[in-house]
């Protein structure tokens, strides 16, 4: 498996990155771990005359906590995520989903900046930021702009980045209280059948704010309003949790495929779903 | 089209210079160029980890990097864990405990286990089976590979303590 030939740029900052992006147009792609990109290119699905390689840019690498706000830089892998104490104890749900994604050896090289980047409904990470509500930083060639990650997905590897664009960062505020991000794959190293990232804060016994959303069950990772609002002031008895998959059923749209028919997923939906909120409540 | 790049690879220590294609694929690189024919290929599509060698640090997946993304790189494969007439722990417990059959996956098993306790020196059987998840094997069933880590484990402790 040999992909096409290709010249390789390795810049030394961000200024590099983007003048080889106005350079080359859409003969140019990033590269962060490369364990989207590469399989695609040896299987000659992505033609990449000119690779820019991110890994010199350090300005792209590392975790910072600051009060509740948390900023990972695009290239922070998986394992870093894994491997952070202080992200474990503020936001620890970054830590439980990273550990489902992919193997051991994917996860020391796969970065959450590809993975929220790239727009592959599969990933697990624009779920997650969904969630949160993060805020995705990008940088172009007019300078730095924010898109919330719940309207940065238009369709699968369609996102409101543009080509001459790179994310640099992503941040978020770690809201505390209950959370979870449950998934349901095949195997190891597959793409969820279904996945859904929930976090719940409880006062006085109910719901004070919950925020739900899924993965791979569309085109695009669903944030779910109605289904958070349908926990809302519940004591997150099984009726709510009913409503809330209810409304979250409503708003997911999954296609057959080698996962299984559309019912299927659906009722994968609703397990997954309705696991995440029973542990996200339990840790409320 | 002419575009080869300047390579610098340190692989089990020793420094390798020559020109290459940045498309080249580490694993190639390693096998067919620099006659270090441990890491195998498997499935060539970033599940198997037959491949698995430490890259700066991490283990990876030697089918999954382009030779350009390695340059400056520090590798280590089987070769420069054991040796024949020096086994490495892991691979003398992988041969006392039955850890392979066919032995096609366990270059790349022993490569990433050893990253692994170097991790955790103390793994759980639980932690053992996640940190090793990402390598197939089709001949085991895993349970003998899993039993030689452990016991490896505890050697590689045992010995520690013993030096302390």
């Known amino acids: 498996m040999i992909p096409a030939p290709f010249d390789y740029h390795r810049p030394s900052d961000m200024q590099g990155v983007l003048a080889l992006l106005q350079e080359h147009g859409d003969e140019a792609r990033v590269i962060a771990g490369g364990h989207s990109l590469i399989p695609m290119m040896k299987l000659r699905m992505a033609d990449v005359p000119h690779l820019i390689d991110l890994q010199a840019i350090d300005s792209l690498k590392g975790i910072s906590i600051s009060g509740t706000r948390v900023t990972l830089g695009a290239m922070v892998t998986q394992h870093d995520i894994i491997s952070h104490a202080g992200l474990a104890q503020i936001a620890p749900i970054l830590r439980e989903t990273s550990l489902q994604i992919a193997d051991p050896q994917v996860r020391y090289m796969g970065t959450v900046g590809g993975n929220v980047a790239n727009g592959d409904p599969g990933n697990d990470m624009p779920g997650l930021m969904q969630c949160l509500d993060a805020t995705l930083h990008l940088i172009g060639p007019d300078g730095t702009r924010d898109v919330p990650a719940r309207e940065y997905y238009e369709a699968a590897y369609v996102t409101a980045r543009a080509d001459d664009e790179v994310l640099t960062a992503i941040s978020f505020d770690a809201v505390g209280g209950g959370y979870a991000y449950e998934k349901q794959k095949r195997k190891i190293g597959d793409y969820a059948t279904a996945a859904a990232a929930v976090t719940i804060q409880a006062s006085g016994g109910k719901v004070a704010q919950a925020s739900i959303a899924m993965t791979n069950l569309s085109d695009t990772p669903v944030w779910s309003e109605a289904a958070g609002a349908a926990l809302i002031g519940s004591d997150c008895g099984a009726d709510a949790v009913k409503a809330a998959v209810a409304a979250m059923l409503e708003d997911i749209e999954p296609t057959e495929d080698n996962r299984g028919p559309v019912a299927f997923k659906r009722h994968v939906a609703g397990v997954i779903l309705t696991r995440a909120i029973t542990r996200a409540w339990s840790r409320a | ?164």
């Open chain 2, 1 to 164: 089209m002419s575009n080869k790049m300047h390579i610098t690879l340190t692989v089990n220590g020793e420094e390798h210079e020559f020109l290459a294609e940045p498309r080249e694929l580490l694993i190639y690189t390693l096998r067919e160029r620099l006659n270090i024919t441990g890491p195998h290929i498997g499935c060539e599509t970033s599940h198997c980890g037959a491949c698995t060698v430490t890259l700066n640090g991490k283990s990876v997946k030697a089918c999954t990097m382009f030779i350009a993304q390695a340059n400056g790189a520090q590798v280590t494969t089987i070769e420069g864990i054991g040796s024949p007439d020096n086994l490495h722990v892991l691979q003398k417990s992988f041969r006392e405990h039955h850890g392979l059959q066919c032995g096609y996956c366990t270059p790349g098993m022993i490569t990433r286990a050893s990253k692994l306790l170097e991790e955790n020196p103390n793994p759980t059987e639980e932690e053992v089976r996640f940190g090793m998840a990402g390598n197939m094997c089709r001949c085991t069933g895993y349970q003998n590979i899993v039993k030689s880590i452990l016991a490896a484990a505890g050697e590689l402790n045992a010995a520690k303590e013993a030096a302390e």
